[in-house]
Structures are given as C-alpha cells and as structure tokens.
C-alpha cells in the first residue's frame, strides 16, 4: 500500500463506486473520473453472504490501486462480508487505504479495527438502516469513519431512504471526530441532504458510472454537494 494520503479525504467527497462501472473498461473508467478530480475511489466487496450478491475481492481491488495512488487518490474498501477481520490483510495488500466494516459482521468488531489500524489503513465501521446509531458510539476512540448505509447494502440503484439525514445527524452529534459517510441513493437532490445533516464522503455508483459520461456526472454531483475536486486546497 502507498502512503496514506490523508489530504484525499479532506472536506466534502465525492467517492465514485466502482460497483456501477463498466467492468469491460474498468481501468478507463476509473481514469476517467480521477481526471476529472475524484481522489476517493470507492470499492464494495460483497461475499454472496452478509449480502445476496457476490462482486470483487483483492484482485481487482489491486488491479486499480497504482492509477488511483499515482493520481493522488485512496482507495475506500468497503467490506460487506461475513467474518471480515479474515480478508483485512488481503485487501490492505492489494493498496486499500480505508476499510470499513459492518458491526453486524463481526463479533469482534474492536480487535478488527485495531487490525485495520495496524494494516495502515483507515478503520471503519458501517451500520445498516436498521442499526441504531448508538452503535457506533462504543467504538468511536477505534474508527476513523462511520459510514452510515442509506440503502440496505446488496445492490446499486436502489432510492434513498428518507429517514437517513436524520440518522447521519444523529452520528456526527455523537462525535464529531470521524469522517461520515453515506452510501446508497446519493445523487444531485439527495447529496444536499445528507452533507446538511454532516456527512462529507458521498458514495456514488450508478449516479456516476450508470451515465454515459460519468467524468461530467461525477462533476455534477460534486457541485450538487459542495464537495471537493481534485487536490484539497
């Protein structure tokens, strides 16, 4: 893994998901949004398990990480897998900068964290809807980022659930330390929203990579969202 480039995450984000891309092209779709200044490249792994669905693991993860560290980007591994302290040293091989974990996949969810920590990687910690925020308090002092899902997690496309700006409200006033993250439904009319409420990074798939220009939707979405783009000032 490169040196964690920590600038990638400051202020507001957008982190394009590379689960709506064009697996055809993947390397050019990725390129194509890190030139138009995305610096937070989003990675959802799924195990067919904690999720339906089965999607990428380290190798693709690994297959990017050189085009987005060398345009100064991160790479933010989201791990929606049963068991997942198994895979944390596979993906911080393959160049993850962030992983991020779901409490309810773990029941060792403060020794993961430690070993994200330990990897040299950002440690997060992810809730589904139906997850009281309060969970995420008892481990606060062991996470860099709390990412709150806005969609139950298993599948692109799917629409916001209202009552998320409220729950990512209710996060940042637990502590206002780690990043918040959201993931799931973000697009122009809700990105507003949730940054409102206290989320800086945004995930974004099928917004970004589902339009046949995803370098001119990803820019549309950051000026949505007030975010960032490029090199943090």
Request: charged residues 15%; proline residues 6%.
């Amino acid at each position: 893994m490169s040196a964690l480039n920590r600038d990638a995450f400051a202020g507001v984000r957008v982190a394009p998901s590379i689960l709506s891309a064009d697996f055809a092209r993947l390397g050019a779709a990725v390129d194509e949004v890190l030139a138009a200044g995305a610096r937070v490249i989003h990675v959802d792994v799924m195990d067919g398990h904690f999720v339906p669905p089965i999607t990428i693991g380290p190798l693709i993860t690994a297959s990017i990480a050189d085009r987005v560290h060398g345009a100064g980007g991160v790479l933010d591994v989201h791990l929606m897998i049963e068991h997942p302290e198994a895979q944390i040293g596979e993906f911080a091989k393959a160049g993850a900068d962030a992983i991020t974990i779901h409490a309810e996949a773990t029941a060792h969810l403060h020794r993961s964290l430690g070993a994200i920590r330990q990897a040299g990687c950002l440690a997060g910690v992810a809730i589904n809807p139906g997850t009281p925020v309060e969970a995420l308090a008892a481990v606060a002092a062991r996470s860099d980022i709390w990412l709150c899902m806005t969609v139950n997690p298993g599948w692109g496309g799917q629409p916001f659930i209202a009552e998320s700006a409220a729950k990512v409200a209710a996060a940042r006033a637990i502590d206002s330390a780690p990043l918040v993250e959201v993931d799931g439904g973000i697009d122009a009319a809700t990105a507003p929203l949730v940054v409102g409420s206290g989320a800086t990074l945004l995930v974004a798939g099928s917004a970004v990579f589902a339009d046949p220009n995803p370098a001119a939707a990803f820019t549309r979405l950051s000026a949505a969202a007030g975010a960032v783009v490029g090199a943090a000032a």
